[in-house]
């Protein structure tokens, strides 16, 4: 059975899944909602680790150049490609892009334009929000670094697909002010 991503990343939230940490909030007390203090406890914590992500991901921003920025917050998707399984949901795609392509056209709902001869994909998420868990919190700052977790993660899951290291970059970006995230995809 085929799960769109928008109810597979709620599911993985939900569970206690996810990185952004509202999964392990829903699910840490009763449902009948008797220990509001442990509740308010929790929304704190959550609070100051959003306030936290936040704050590195402004201080890379301003910090550092654009390189070494890429460097740093890239290697990060690794956490969140191993916390939402993605090796799992990919399996019944290894080796086969083509598949793959159809699946994301269908049920995610992304453009997606592949040029084989040139080894050139360019992804549309077709989206005018930021699906990232961490980019809901404090959307007024430059956190536009995070992109580039997103780039990791697209070569995480094209690389895995494909069986080849694929390159992936963010050429449109919603929290850049454009009106869908894009990447652009480069294999071997």
């Known amino acids: 059975m085929a799960v769109n991503r928008k109810d597979f990343l709620k599911k993985v939230c939900f569970s206690g899944a996810c990185l952004c940490g509202f ?3 829903a699910f840490s007390k009763k449902v009948d909602g008797s220990d509001e203090n442990t509740m308010q406890a929790q929304t704190q914590k959550l609070s100051l680790l959003q306030e ?7 201080n890379v921003n ?10 740093v917050i890239k290697k990060t998707a690794g956490v969140h490609y191993e916390n939402l399984k993605m090796d799992a949901l990919l399996a019944e795609y290894k080796g086969d892009l083509d598949k793959f392509t159809v699946f994301l056209r269908e049920k ?3 453009k997606v334009d592949y ?3 040139k080894g050139i994909l360019i992804a549309d998420e077709n989206k005018n929000y930021c699906v990232c868990p961490i980019a809901v919190h404090d959307k007024e ?8 977790c997103s780039e990791g993660f697209a070569e995480k899951m094209f690389s895995s697909v494909s069986g080849v290291q ?23």
């Open 23 to 25: 999964g392990s909030i």
């Open 52 to 58: 936290w992500i936040a704050s590195i991901l402004l």
């Open 62 to 71: 301003v910090g550092l150049d654009k390189e070494s920025a890429r460097k």
């Open 108 to 110: 995610w709902g992304w």
């Open 115 to 117: 040029d084989k001869e």
């Open 141 to 148: 700052k430059d956190s536009s670094a995070m992109c580039y």
């Open 166 to 188: 694929a390159e992936a970059e963010v050429i449109a970006s919603v929290r850049k002010g454009d009106t869908s995230c894009k990447y652009k995809i480069v294999f071997p």
